[in-house]
Structures are given as structure tokens and as C-alpha cells.
Nanobody
Framework: QVQLVESGGGLVQAGGSLGLSCTASGRTVSRYIMGWFRQAPGKEREFVAGITWSGGSTLYADSVKGRFIIARDNAKKMVYLQMNSLTPEDTAAYYC???????????????????WGQGTQVTVSS
């Protein structure tokens, strides 16, 4: 099993930046695809970004493309999400997730990810 803990959420003004971190423990997470999802009040959880085990390939939701950057440091067992040019529409709880299938490609589907963190709240004020 993989344990994931997010940190770095908070309150930021529109146009600002915020960085999230995800600390992983347990199984060798460096082998797995990692993803970030978010869930706003009253809405379904949605894919934000994903990254392959090597970091060589990434995938972003259209809504964050060009503003958010996902990265990972396998030696530190960390995954990051740098969020820039934030808008109130980015307000949500952000979740780190791991796809434990070693043969997987990055998928924007919630069902593809077996391990989840508890989430960290990001609030963007206008």
C-alpha cells in the first residue's frame, strides 16, 4: 500500500501562485504514475495533472494547462504541483493519487488511481 500526504494548501489572491507537495511512503512509489485531482464544493472530483514514474511525460487538464506544473522527486518520494495565475475557479480540495499499475499510462480517470491522500484545501479569493 502507498500512503500519501498533501501539504501546501491555503488562501491566495487571484493571480497569485501556490505550491502543493505530496509526500509518499510505503511501496516504491517511484515506479508509479502520480496524479493530482481536485474537488470543488458540489462538484465531482476532477483530474488536474499526472506524471510518469520518470517525470518524462506529463498530462494536464485543459483548464490548468500553461498555468500548473507537476513534478516529482523520486529520491525524496515527493510529488509537486506548482499553481500559477490562480483564479477563483481553482478553489477546491486538492488530492494526490497514485496509479499502482506498473504498466499504466497517465490516465485522467479517478478509477485508475488506487491510493489517495486526505486532500489539502486551496482557496483563491477574487
Amino acid at each position: 500500500q502507498v500512503q500519501l500526504v498533501e501539504s501546501g494548501g491555503g488562501l491566495v489572491q487571484a493571480g497569485g501562485s501556490l505550491g502543493l507537495s505530496c509526500t509518499a511512503s510505503g511501496r516504491t512509489v517511484s515506479r508509479y504514475i502520480m496524479g493530482w485531482f481536485r474537488q470543488a464544493p458540489g462538484k465531482e472530483r476532477e483530474f488536474v495533472a499526472g506524471i510518469t514514474w520518470s517525470g518524462g511525460s506529463t498530462l494536464y487538464a485543459d483548464s490548468v494547462k500553461g498555468r500548473f506544473i507537476i513534478a516529482r522527486d523520486n529520491a525524496k518520494k515527493m510529488v509537486y504541483l506548482q499553481m500559477n495565475s490562480l483564479t477563483p475557479e481553482d478553489t477546491a480540495a486538492y488530492y494526490c493519487a497514485a496509479d499502482l499499475n506498473p504498466l499504466a499510462v497517465i490516465r485522467p480517470d479517478i478509477s485508475a488511481y488506487e491510493s489517495w491522500g486526505q486532500g489539502t484545501q486551496v482557496t483563491v479569493s477574487s
